[in-house]
Nanobody
Framework: QVQVEESGGDSVQAGGSLRLSCSIS????????RGWFRQAPGEEREAVAA???????LYGDSVKGRFYISQDIDKNTLHLQMNSLKPNDTAVYYC?????????????????WGQGTQVTVSS
């Protein structure tokens, strides 16, 4: 069965950077979306970044230009480089892989989710 696990969450100061990692096992399947979402307390889970079936990198409006998604197929990992962090970036960040072809910035496309890793940005 597909397993997803995030790591790298931490507490950082505003303006700083952080890099998250995600392991997807047994393998990353390039045909489906894989990406990152986040959820703050009392808020809906929102898309952060994703890679679609054509290899395109997609970003949510709130992080475009600051966050960058990448993958290492040989290591079955995804990464999220987060720069210029703001206090409202504080959230639990989830890595996920889709189970069908769909919009890769839509939660409905994803079936397999990690447990999340906490990112806290202080001012």
């Amino acid at each position: 069965q597909v397993q997803v696990e995030e790591s790298g969450g931490d507490s950082v100061q505003a303006g700083g950077s952080l890099r998250l990692s995600c392991s997807i096992s047994p393998v990353i399947y390039n045909y489906y979306c894989r990406g990152w979402f986040r959820q703050a307390p009392g808020e809906e889970r929102e898309a952060v970044a994703a890679i679609d079936g054509d290899g395109r990198m997609l970003y949510g409006d709130s992080v475009k230009g600051r966050f960058y998604i990448s993958q290492d197929i040989d290591k079955n990992t995804l990464h999220l480089q987060m720069n210029s962090l703001k206090p409202n970036d504080t959230a639990v960040y989830y890595c996920a892989r889709a189970s069908r072809g769909d919009s890769c910035l839509s939660k409905s496309a994803y079936k397999y989710w990690g447990q999340g890793t906490q990112v806290t940005v202080s001012s």
